[in-house]
């Protein structure tokens, strides 16, 4: 094992991963009320593993030959979060029992699945953080690009699963609808910021 490769990996990942952005409000909402934790942070970590792997590999550079892949994911994607943060703004609007950190109803196995799979694959940054970034990074450890993947890989699943199951530490305060009312707002904000630097090109 190439220790000082894989903290290396390890370190830049955790960086790129712990900025408050679109999966990470997802996953954390979820870790609040207790909703297919396990399904959700498996979605984000195995997605980014994915991801992650294939940069490693040299698969950024096949983006390339494809130039029409950016505007269909940039638009696609940020679509997908106007509606998601319109979404998270009728909740954190409505008044009722839903608000509750452990309240509401959950919604299906496969529709939260679905929606975590969109948050992160119709996500251009995300391409660009693991296909591009860590894929380009991986090339300063020649013979140990493996060893950086797995670093980063392992930095991704840490921090899900952290995010994921840690968050109940954090109920006793979204127990209180005034809470869950900022996290909503909060989530609706991330989102159309996010859709609107994909719209814009940032």
């Known amino acids: 094992m190439n220790l000082p490769v894989f903290l290396a990996g390890l370190s830049m990942g955790l960086s790129l991963i712990v900025a408050i952005g679109a999966q990470n409000a997802f996953v954390l909402r979820h870790g609040l009320r207790g909703h297919h934790v396990l399904?959700?942070?498996?979605?984000?970590?195995?997605?980014?593993a994915v991801l992650i792997l294939a940069g490693v590999a040299g698969f950024a550079r096949l983006l390339d030959l494809f130039p029409w892949i950016d505007p269909v994911m940039r638009y696609g994607g940020a679509a997908?979060?106007?509606?998601?943060?319109a979404r998270s703004l009728m909740a954190?609007?409505?008044?009722?029992?839903a608000l509750a950190a452990e309240g509401g109803a959950a919604g299906t196995l496969r529709a939260t699945v679905t929606a975590c799979l969109a948050i992160t694959w119709l996500n251009p940054h995300v391409y660009l953080d693991t296909l591009v970034l860590l894929g380009t990074i991986s090339t300063?450890?020649?013979?140990?690009e493996g060893w950086f993947g797995a670093g980063a890989v392992s930095a991704s699943f840490g921090f899900f699963f952290a995010l994921?199951?840690?968050?109940?530490?954090l109920r006793p305060v979204f127990?209180?609808?005034a809470a869950w009312r900022l996290l909503?707002?909060?989530i609706a904000v991330i989102m159309w910021a996010i859709a609107a630097r994909l719209i814009l090109g940032g």
């Not at 997908?80 to 943060?85: A, T």
């Not at 954190?92 to 029992?97: F, N, S, Y």
């Not at 994921?164 to 530490?169: E, I, N």
């Open 184 to 186: 909503e707002g909060g």
């Open 39 to 48: 399904a959700v942070c498996l979605a984000c970590a195995l997605s980014d």
């Open 140 to 144: 300063q450890f020649p013979g140990a």
């Open 175 to 177: 127990a209180q609808p």
């Open 80 to 85: 997908f979060l106007i509606w998601y943060g």
């Open 164 to 169: 994921g199951y840690g968050a109940r530490l």
């Open 92 to 97: 954190a609007l409505r008044e009722t029992g």
